[in-house]
């Protein structure tokens, strides 16, 4: 049975512009993925506050997070980014099926990216291929309305992109 350890954020002071903050967004999202990845006979690790990053995971780590714009660029930058460790290959593939996936369910397909990084934490300190997901700006209204009234859309689309990644044909 393959394991994910899905990582969303724990990051409550990163407010939205309207209602909650990351760490309720993306733990909404996560919620809702748990069981569709364990229907479909995928082990599902998840985070707490006090996890540590290096947890000894095979198949994938997963981080999902909303984003912000600099300070200069607040409210203006919109699109999902998708990062991965630019030395494994693993990590690039799942990024790319990921973006894939979002590029179907986000308005504007031409603003969901890739981006290689040897920045993050969460890509460069696991033991397993890891892509960090950032859905979406949430200091964008825009951005930040479609989070909120997407959250099971969201949550099929990064599921259908675990199951490519591994290989397996998933039921939703």
Do not use: F
């Not at 095979?58 to 998708?82: C, T």
């Not at 799942?94 to 969460?122: F, G, H, M, N, Q």
């Not at 291929?129 to 200091?139: G, K, S, T």
């Not at 951005?143 to 490519?164: H, K």
């Amino acid at each position: 049975m393959p394991t994910i350890y899905l990582s969303p954020s724990i990051q409550p002071y990163n407010k939205y512009l309207t209602e909650g903050d990351e760490q309720y967004w993306m733990n909404r999202i996560a919620d809702d993925m748990v069981p569709m990845l364990e229907q479909n006979g995928i082990n599902v690790v998840r985070n707490t506050p006090n996890t540590s990053l290096g947890q000894a995971i095979r198949d994938l780590h997963l981080a999902l997070h909303s984003n912000s714009g600099p300070s200069n660029l607040a409210g203006k930058l919109r699109g999902p980014d998708v990062y991965y460790y630019p030395y494994s290959a693993s990590g690039k593939r799942a990024a790319e099926l990921i973006a894939d996936e979002l590029r179907k369910i986000y308005p504007d397909p031409d603003l969901v990216s890739t981006v290689a990084t040897t920045r993050l934490a969460e890509i460069t300190k696991t033991s397993a291929p890891a892509v960090l997901v950032e859905i979406a700006y949430h200091d964008n209204a825009e951005d930040e309305a479609w989070i909120r009234n997407n959250i099971t859309v969201i949550a099929e689309a990064l599921t259908r992109a675990v199951c490519a990644y591994l290989e397996m044909n998933c039921a939703l």
